[in-house]
């Protein structure tokens, strides 16, 4: 069996019938094979909380919008299983306490349809009810319900009084229901008409499985294309969940979780609120504070170009150098917080249906990035997804099969070609 870190210490602390150096020299010798195969430990790994799903946060563009009297049922779709769970609900951008009456967990079954008996009350230092005060966010009490890898959970939520909506994803990666009263805990839902919240998800901002040992996270972080613009909706095909299916069948025990927001930019803040605060502000919330990040993969930067004179003309006018200055400095700032760093190319979007957002000029400032992105030695790795996802014809388009049809977001095939040009061997 040998001799283990207990009795390291144990022999350490009796008197040496033997010269000291030559006691030491024996310990040593003999626990150095134990030592080494210690697994190494990463920086921000939680041994009891690893995230399984995530989402970042925005306001939404509207401000006034609240439910009443009604049960939110939101799908997540879940990276690493488990048997234990930790719900986080985010009153981030709200200037209100935020109450809610009731949390249930559940296995999804189809639809808005949960397994039946899996539904498990979530608690709050052991309530039922909770309240988040303005700008922050809550983590339940453990929840003990079995699940794998890969499935789906279904998250209700019931709010009895007027609740303000503050604090929101605008993509929906997965569905959300509604219905009238307090069903929280049903398998059915009598499905209500959608309120006047838009195709977002509410308050939901991470789903932890607590494990015994951790799990060393990935951070994607980018904009729609990495949120999933283009995939079918509850489709679970962004190239954030491939790349996680990919890991898992290579037997790579990683998480993977997204951090992209829909029109989000680099350097500045989003022209709507639902476009989110610039990268290099939330990169600290975003990447950084994830428990158990050891990478991030940064897909960030076409909207710096592309929105340029289309929502606010003539004042996010940038250069090349800035945005290349800007992705410097997220790379620097993940090394110095012990995190490896990894770039994409930015993506081809000529001929893109959205009016004003290409010309010829916005194509050379991404031109002279990307020459800047495969030449730099700031990142640990570049994934070429231009390459991946151009037409060889019309090297400043989207290959067809690619394209989802707006010239600009990548499709379902688009999504894998971009999970397939990640190197795999960056994580092992």
């Known amino acids: 069996m040998g001799i283990t870190l207990q009795s390291f210490r ?72 488990g048997n234990a769970w930790r719900i986080r609900l985010s009153n981030a951008y709200g200037d209100k306490p935020l109450h809610f009456d009731r949390v249930v967990l559940a296995k999804r079954a189809a639809g808005s349809a949960t397994v039946d008996g899996s539904a498990r009350p979530v608690t709050f230092e052991g309530r039922q009810d909770v309240t988040i005060p303005p700008g922050a966010e809550v983590l339940s009490d453990t929840v003990t319900l079995p699940a794998a ?112 927001i829909a029109g989000n930019r680099l350097l500045r803040a989003g022209a709507a609120p639902r476009f989110g605060g610039a990268g290099v502000t939330r990169f600290e919330r975003d990447v950084l504070a994830q428990p158990g990040a050891t990478a991030v993969i940064v897909q960030l930067g076409i909207n710096d170009i592309g929105l340029v004179d289309l929502t606010d003309p003539g004042d996010d006018l940038v250069s090349a150098r800035e945005i290349e200055d800007g992705l410097a400095q997220l790379a620097k700032r ?38 800047w992105i495969r030449h730099q030695d700031l990142f640990d790795g570049v994934a070429d997804i231009d390459m991946a996802l151009r037409d060889p014809a019309h090297p400043t388009q989207l290959l067809p099969a690619n394209d989802s049809g707006d010239h600009l977001h990548p ?11 990640i190197p795999l061997s960056w994580f092992r």
Not at 411 to 421: E, R, S, T, V
Request: hydrophobic share 40%.
């Open 10 to 81: 144990t022999l350490s602390q009796q008197p040496s019938k033997w010269p000291s150096r030559l006691a030491w020299a024996f310990v040593l010798v003999a626990v150095a094979p134990t030592l080494l195969a210690l697994p190494a430990q990463c920086k921000g790994c939680d041994s009891s909380s690893v995230a399984s799903w995530r989402e970042s946060l925005t306001p939404p563009d509207e401000k006034g919008a609240a439910i009443e009297n009604r049960t939110i049922r939101q799908i997540v779709h879940l990276g690493p299983g």
């Open 149 to 260: 890898s890969q499935t789906d959970l279904a998250i209700s939520i019931y709010v009895a009084k007027s609740t303000p909506i503050t604090t929101v994803h605008a993509r929906q990666r997965n569905a959300i229901y509604f219905a009238v009263g307090d069903v929280a805990d049903k398998n059915t839902l009598n499905e209500a008409p959608r309120p006047e919240t838009g195709e977002r998800t509410l308050w939901l901002s991470g789903v932890d499985v607590v494990s015994t040992s951790a799990v060393p996270t990935i951070v994607v972080f980018g904009d729609s294309i990495s949120d999933g613009s283009g995939t079918p909706a509850d489709g679970n095909a962004s190239w954030p969940d491939v790349l996680y299916g990919r890991l898992v069948n290579a037997n790579m025990k990683r998480a993977v979780i997204n951090g992209g």
């Open 334 to 371: 993940a090394h110095a917080n012990g995190l490896k760093a990894y770039i994409t190319t930015l993506t081809p979007f000529a001929v893109t249906t959205i009016e004003g957002y290409y010309s010829d000029g916005k194509e050379a400032t991404r031109q002279a990035v990307n020459a």
């Open 411 to 421: 499709n379902a095939q688009g999504a894998k070609a971009i999970a397939n040009a």
